[in-house]
């Protein structure tokens, strides 16, 4: 193979890398998203069991606030509740959802709260299942 083939299969390697890669980067981040999403809305649903309220942030999946039944921390760190593109995870409470912020600017527009192709999870159940707790718990 003389120089100059070996210098076009360089080129070519390059630019199929260069092509490639950054649709691997993108679903990788989604993949790694939704296995936090899926992890954070298991934390509020189990926050949500023992204290019998819906957890409201969720930073509160890391510290006691003074909530009675709190059994926490339900994650392991703060850094569980950041995004893959380096923002925070949000809950929208409205929707009963946790996701990627409307207003988070490092994450493409398309998968925070409300995009196209939002990625989200939700949290928390109805507490009208829940049995009846006994006064005074």
Do not use: H, N
Request: proline share 7%; net charge negative.
């Amino acid at each position: 193979m003389s120089r100059i083939q070996a210098a076009l299969l360089a080129v070519l390697l390059v630019v199929v890398a260069v092509v490639a890669l950054p649709p691997y980067l993108d679903t990788r981040k989604v993949s790694g998203a939704i296995l936090d999403l899926e992890l954070i809305a298991d934390a509020a649903l189990r926050y949500e069991f023992s204290t019998a309220v819906a957890c409201g942030t969720p930073s509160a999946l890391l510290a006691d606030s003074g909530v009675d039944g709190w059994q926490g921390p339900y994650l392991t760190s703060d850094s569980d509740l950041i995004t893959p593109w380096g923002g925070r995870y949000v809950f929208d409470l409205d929707r009963g959802l946790v996701g990627i912020g409307a207003g988070d600017t490092t994450a493409p527009a398309k998968y925070r709260l409300g995009g196209e192709a939002e990625l989200a999870m939700p949290i928390g159940e109805d507490p009208s299942w829940w049995p009846a707790r006994a006064s005074g718990s």
